[in-house]
Nanobody, 120 residues
Framework: QVQLVESGGGLVQPGGSLRLSCAAS????????MGWYRQGPGKQRELVAR???????NYGDSVKGRFTISMDYAKNTVYLQMNSLKPEDTAVYYC??????????????WGQGTQVTVSS
C-alpha cells in the first residue's frame, strides 16, 4: 500500500513563502504523475499543481507564477514551493499520486493533508 506523507505546512504572513514536501513510501517512478490539491474552508478540493513522469507541469490559474512543483526521484519526494502567499491560499494541502493512465482528473492515492494558513 502506497503511503504519502506531507510536511512543511504552517502559519505564514501574506507575501511569505513555504515549501511543502510529500514523501512516498515507495519509488515514485511507478507513478504516472503526482500533484498537490487543496481544500479551503467551505470550498471544493481543487488542483494546485501537477507534474507528470516526463516532467510536464500544469497549475491552477490562481497559483500560476507563484507556485512551483518539482520531483526528486532519489528521495521519492515531490515538492511545492509557494511564494507570494495570499490569505486566499489558506487551505489544507493534499499530496496525490496517479498510478494509472486515465486516473486524472483524480488520483489513486492521497496523503493525509497539511494545513497552510496565510494570515497577518
Amino acid at each position: 500500500q502506497v503511503q504519502l506523507v506531507e510536511s512543511g505546512g504552517g502559519l505564514v504572513q501574506p507575501g511569505g513563502s513555504l515549501r511543502l514536501s510529500c514523501a512516498a513510501s515507495g519509488s515514485i517512478f511507478s507513478f504516472v504523475a503526482m500533484g498537490w490539491y487543496r481544500q479551503g474552508p467551505g470550498k471544493q478540493r481543487e488542483l494546485v499543481a501537477r507534474i507528470t513522469k516526463r516532467g510536464g507541469t500544469n497549475y491552477g490559474d490562481s497559483v500560476k507564477g507563484r507556485f512551483t512543483i518539482s520531483m526528486d526521484y532519489a528521495k521519492n519526494t515531490v515538492y511545492l514551493q509557494m511564494n507570494s502567499l495570499k490569505p486566499e491560499d489558506t487551505a489544507v494541502y493534499y499530496c496525490a499520486a496517479e498510478e494509472y493512465i486515465g486516473t486524472y482528473p483524480g488520483s489513486d492515492y492521497w496523503g493525509q493533508g497539511t494545513q497552510v494558513t496565510v494570515s497577518s
